[in-house]
């Protein structure tokens, strides 16, 4: 059974930094592209960044300066480190595990709240 569970959503102030943690489990983590997705209140889910198993990165434009993904493929853990936050990055956090071919083989982790206001 695959399972994604992330930690260490929170309330923070703007400006301020948040680590997300998503911990794998039921899959070999190293064949497959992890991304953190979130959703805010009424908008639809929006990728904000993947790393292959290779580890080459990819940002939507919002974050990119401000967030960083990396990954442990021994530990089967990827991170996304998140500064200078800022309101509209409210929302809940979502790990996702997709492999390359398998099409099916596309999972979600339960998501994590993260709030920023002062």
């Known amino acids: 059974q695959v399972q994604l569970v992330e930690s260490g959503g929170g309330l923070v102030q703007p400006g301020g930094s948040l680590r997300l943690s998503c911990v794998a489990s039921g899959i070999i983590v190293n064949i497959y592209t992890m991304g953190w997705y979130r959703q805010a209140p009424g908008k639809q889910r929006e990728l904000v960044a993947v790393i292959t198993g290779g580890s080459r990165t990819n940002y939507v434009d919002s974050v990119a300066g401000r967030f960083t993904i990396s990954r442990d493929n021994a530990k089967k853990m990827v991170y996304l480190q998140m500064n200078s936050l800022k309101p509209e990055d409210t929302a809940v956090y979502y790990c996702?595990?997709?492999?390359?071919?398998?099409?099916?083989?596309?999972?979600w982790g339960q998501g994590t709240q993260v709030t920023v206001s002062s």
């Open positions: 996702n595990a997709k492999h390359g071919i398998i099409s099916s083989a596309n999972y």
